[in-house]
T-cell receptor, first 113, second 114 residues
Framework: AQTVTQSQPEMSVQEAETVTLSCTYDTSESDYYLFWYKQPPSRQMILVIRQEAYKQQNATENRFSVNFQKAAKSFSLKISDSQLGDAAMYFCAYRRVRGKIIFGKGTRLHILP | DAGVIQSPRHEVTEMGQEVTLRCKPISGHDYLFWYRQTMMRGLELLIYFNNNVPIDDSGMPEDRFSAKMPNASFSTLKIQPSEPRDSAVYFC????????????FGQGTRLTVV
């Protein structure tokens, strides 16, 4: 069975600094998709970034980028120039093609002014 | 499109009562997921549907939980009878499966069983 592990329950970063959130997953599939979601206090789940496993290039979305290491089954999220609005729970998620989407337990990110 | 619509946003009920949560997925999406979020267990997948057919209900905690999808635009999650440990936020999400797209989430229903 596929699993997603986020080993950092909480992290803090100074405003304007860079922070990296870790995620590892376990799968026997070769084709799948990975996601990072943000959940602010409003509890709305917001997609931050997605990565297709067949793509070697790491995905980027403005200040958000990933380090996708397929062989190591690692999918970390880097947030550059952290802003107060980035404070939230961040969830890593895995989906095989035409399958269910499973989530890690999340990392709560605090931004220190 | 208005996105995934869940109702109610909040529900407070007494132990032993029946609770029904409702979800309208995004039009054209062929996958629908029900998740439960708690502090202790995070986001758990309860059940998911493909083209209105339940595919995997292994996450449904007990027989007290049931889910239906009578058509492509409506799904329900029912708890009967409810218990205090069912208190959580329940999310519905939908997606297009073939493209491996992300799940689009509703606003969630906060359920409190007293």
């Amino acid at each position: 069975a596929q699993t997603v592990t986020q080993s950092q329950p909480e992290m803090s970063v100074q405003e304007a600094e860079t922070v990296t959130l870790s995620c590892t997953y376990d799968t026997s599939e070769s084709d799948y998709y990975l996601f990072w979601y943000k959940q602010p206090p409003s509890r709305q789940m917001i997609l931050v970034i997605r990565q297709e496993a067949y793509k070697q290039q790491n995905a980027t979305e403005n200040r958000f980028s990933v380090n996708f290491q397929k062989a190591a089954k690692s999918f970390s999220l880097k947030i550059s120039d952290s802003q107060l609005g980035d404070a939230a729970m961040y969830f890593c998620a895995y989906r095989r093609v035409r399958g269910k989407i499973i989530f890690g337990k999340g990392t709560r990110l605090h931004i220190l002014p | 499109d208005a996105g995934v619509i869940q109702s109610p946003r909040h529900e407070v009920t007494e132990m032993g009562q029946e609770v029904t949560l409702r979800c309208k997925p995004i039009s054209g999406h062929d996958y629908l997921f029900w998740y439960r979020q708690t502090m202790m267990r995070g986001l758990e997948l309860l059940i998911y549907f493909n083209n209105n057919v339940p595919i995997d209900d292994s996450g449904m905690p007990e027989d007290r939980f049931s889910a239906k999808m009578p058509n492509a635009s409506f799904s329900t999650l029912k708890i009967q009878p409810s218990e205090p440990r069912d208190s959580a936020v329940y999310f519905c999400a939908s997606s297009i499966g073939a493209l491996g797209t992300e799940a689009f989430f509703g606003q969630g229903t906060r359920l409190t069983v007293v």
